[in-house]
Nanobody, 120 residues
Framework: QVTLVESGGGSVESGGSLRLVCEVT?????MGWFRQRPGQEREGLAT???????KYADMVKDRFTISRDNVKNTIDLQMFSLKPDDTAMYFC?????????????????WGRGTQVIVSS
């Protein structure tokens, strides 16, 4: 069984940075981050496999960095140059197999989320 617990959310001004952390129990092969902005569908941001191979959604690839520590069993999402449009609930996700894109439906496990608010 895989459980995911996010932390690191909070309020920040436009242009600022935040680092989200997801603590994981279990050993999922693929992990990632999604977010849900107010009134919108969940959208994938970044994924990372056991070997460190990562992929990013175009909208964040120049500002967000995903990393994985297989010893501590955590993944991070470092976010830079945050904008008010990044305000959302951010979720850690996992699946036991290779990463398979950014459809929410393919991720078996979800954390409860951590709120990020970016003010202008």
């Amino acid at each position: 069984q895989v459980t995911l617990v996010e932390s690191g959310g909070g309020s920040v001004e436009s242009g600022g940075s935040l680092r989200l952390v997801c603590e994981v129990t279990g050993r999922p092969f693929c992990m990632g981050w999604f977010r849900q902005r107010p009134g919108q569908e969940r959208e994938g941001l970044a994924t990372i496999e056991n070997d460190g191979s990562s992929k990013y959604a175009d909208m964040v690839k120049d500002r967000f960095t995903i990393s994985r520590d297989n010893v501590k069993n955590t993944i991070d999402l470092q976010m830079f140059s945050l904008k008010p449009d990044d305000t959302a609930m951010y979720f850690c996700v996992a699946r036991p197999d290779k990463c398979a894109g950014f459809s929410p439906a393919v991720y078996h496990f979800w954390g409860r989320g951590t709120q990020v608010i970016v003010s202008s």
